[in-house]
């Protein structure tokens, strides 16, 4: 009888478990620590212009070792770090989805098993050129990754910069 049980207990017990999913490459989080700092510093970029804003969060979010790449165009660490600074000189009323608002957007760190730590937002970005007058909205795709000291190592941006390079144009056209 103890044998009828037990092997009756050890079919249970195998038919209990779940499948091992072999398509999964790594763990999605949307609370961690890194993906709390992405937010932070996008919340840092839209208050630009105001007493909230701090002059040093970008600066230490980045490694010693950054590369980098906006649309088309590769940036380095100093780039990265007046990025609020250089947006706000071209574009009024800027504004981002991000989780919690009314705009469309969704931030996430996603801890692959082969290919690191790579934070990734989705979402729309809007402005209106300052020397254009155009008003714009994009959906814009950011990927910021990490190393092992818990600094951003890469960043890329990823969207239709025609619009950036049209404000650009005026601004320059304004200046001579």
Same mark, same amino acid.
């Given at each position: @009888?103890?044998?009828?049980?037990?092997?009756?207990?050890?079919?249970?017990? @195998?038919?209990?478990?779940?499948?091992?999913?072999?398509?999964?490459?790594?763990?999605?989080?949307?609370?961690?620590?890194?993906?709390?700092?992405? %937010?932070?510093? %996008?919340?840092?970029?839209?208050?630009? #212009?105001?007493?909230?804003? =701090?002059t040093?969060?970008?600066?230490?979010?980045?490694?010693?070792?950054?590369?980098?790449?906006?649309?088309?165009?590769?940036?380095?660490?100093?780039?990265?770090?007046?990025?609020?600074?250089?947006?706000?000189?071209?574009?009024? =009323?800027?504004? @981002?989805?991000?989780?919690?608002?009314d705009?469309?957007?969704?931030?996430?760190?996603?801890?692959?098993?082969?290919? #690191?730590?790579?934070s990734?937002?989705?979402?729309?970005?809007?402005?209106?050129?300052?020397?254009?007058?155009?008003e714009?909205?994009?959906?814009?795709?950011?990927?910021? #990754?990490?190393?092992?000291?818990?600094?951003?190592?890469?960043?890329?941006?990823?969207?239709?910069?025609?619009?950036?390079?049209?404000?650009?144009?005026?601004?320059?056209?304004?200046?001579?």
């Open positions: @009888m103890k044998k009828i049980i037990l092997i009756f207990s050890t079919i249970i017990f @195998m038919g209990c478990q779940q499948p091992v999913d072999t398509d999964v490459i790594g763990v999605v989080k949307t609370s961690d620590e890194k993906t709390q700092r992405i %937010l932070s510093d %996008l919340e840092n970029y839209l208050a630009y #212009g105001t007493e909230e804003y =701090d040093e969060s970008a600066s230490g979010l980045i490694s010693d070792s950054f590369q980098g790449n906006f649309a088309v165009q590769t940036i380095t660490a100093e780039d990265f770090i007046s990025t609020a600074e250089i947006h706000n000189s071209l574009f009024d =009323d800027i504004q @981002m989805g991000l989780p919690g608002s705009i469309i957007g969704g931030l996430q760190t996603v801890y692959y098993d082969e290919l #690191g730590t790579w990734h937002y989705w979402g729309q970005w809007s402005g209106t050129g300052k020397f254009t007058g155009n714009v909205t994009q959906f814009i795709h950011l990927n910021w #990754g990490w190393d092992d000291e818990g600094k951003v190592v890469n960043f890329n941006a990823q969207f239709d910069a025609g619009f950036f390079r049209d404000e650009i144009a005026a601004a320059e056209a304004a200046s001579n």
